[in-house]
């Protein structure tokens, strides 16, 4: 007698799969380290205002994980740039914009929320007199940056609250950008 097993179908939901998703929750439960993230990347000036930013590898629960992808980073023509790429100061948006869009689709996904679509919209201004050292008592970067989530699925006003404020609470890089980070400078003066 030939019997197939059919293989359990997936728990997918936005395209996560909510099963491997939970099955990481509950393994970072029973064990923190397991949770434990390093994150790098390397960038390297190539000409003018252009850099290059290349990742290699992230670890997670003491684990290297091989990764390989580069970016291209510019300025503006009026900024002394080749406008050639996007600037620093989009590339810091998109990844704020993406990491909560993360944080979005996987809070949808685990409360069974099915997303019809997601954009995030965020600006804010930066008064190049503090970038420019014109002007000490400006401050060179972003003093607020303004969000806008359009989401629209098949959840609840009640659940896309819940999950707003979720995403606010949990977001990485949310965390990263509302609150003061601590930043370790070295500098190597290579001769």
Same mark, same amino acid.
């Given at each position: 007698?030939?019997?197939?097993?059919k293989?359990?179908?997936?728990?997918i939901?936005?395209?996560? +799969?909510?099963?491997d998703?939970?099955?990481?929750i509950?393994?970072?439960?029973l !064990?923190?380290?397991k949770?434990?993230?390093?994150?790098?990347?390397?960038?390297?000036?190539?000409g003018?205002?252009?850099?290059?930013a290349?990742?290699?590898?992230f670890?997670?629960?003491? !684990?290297?994980v091989?990764?390989? #992808?580069? #970016?291209?980073?510019? !300025?503006?023509?009026?900024?002394?740039?080749g406008?050639?790429?996007?600037?620093?100061?989009?590339?810091?948006?998109?990844?704020? +914009?993406?990491c909560?869009?993360?944080?979005?689709?996987?809070?949808c996904?685990?409360?069974?929320?099915?997303?019809?679509?997601? !954009?995030?919209?965020?600006?804010g201004?930066?008064?190049l007199?503090? #970038?420019?050292?014109?002007?000490?008592?400006?401050?060179?970067?972003?003093?607020?940056?303004s969000?806008?989530?359009?989401?629209k699925?098949d959840g609840?006003d009640?659940q #896309?609250?819940?999950?707003?404020e979720?995403?606010?609470?949990?977001s990485? +890089?949310?965390? +990263?950008?509302?609150?003061?980070?601590?930043?370790?400078?070295?500098?190597?003066v290579?001769?």
């Amino acid at each position: 007698m030939n019997t197939h097993v059919k293989p359990a179908q997936a728990n997918i939901v936005n395209g996560i +799969n909510v099963d491997d998703l939970m099955q990481l929750i509950a393994g970072v439960e029973l !064990e923190a380290p397991k949770g434990k993230t390093n994150w790098r990347v390397a960038t390297t000036w190539q000409g003018q205002t252009h850099s290059r930013a290349e990742i290699t590898g992230f670890e997670i629960g003491g !684990e290297e994980v091989s990764r390989r #992808f580069t #970016f291209d980073i510019d !300025e503006p023509c009026e900024l002394g740039g080749g406008n050639a790429f996007a600037n620093p100061q989009e590339h810091l948006i998109a990844a704020l +914009n993406a990491c909560m869009t993360v944080g979005y689709v996987a809070q949808c996904a685990v409360r069974g929320v099915t997303l019809e679509s997601l !954009e995030i919209t965020t600006e804010g201004e930066i008064d190049l007199r503090g #970038f420019l050292g014109i002007d000490p008592s400006v401050a060179p970067g972003y003093e607020s940056l303004s969000y806008t989530v359009h989401i629209k699925g098949d959840g609840t006003d009640e659940q #896309f609250t819940e999950i707003h404020e979720a995403v606010m609470a949990t977001s990485p +890089n949310f965390h +990263n950008v509302a609150n003061a980070v601590a930043l370790h400078p070295t500098l190597v003066v290579e001769s």
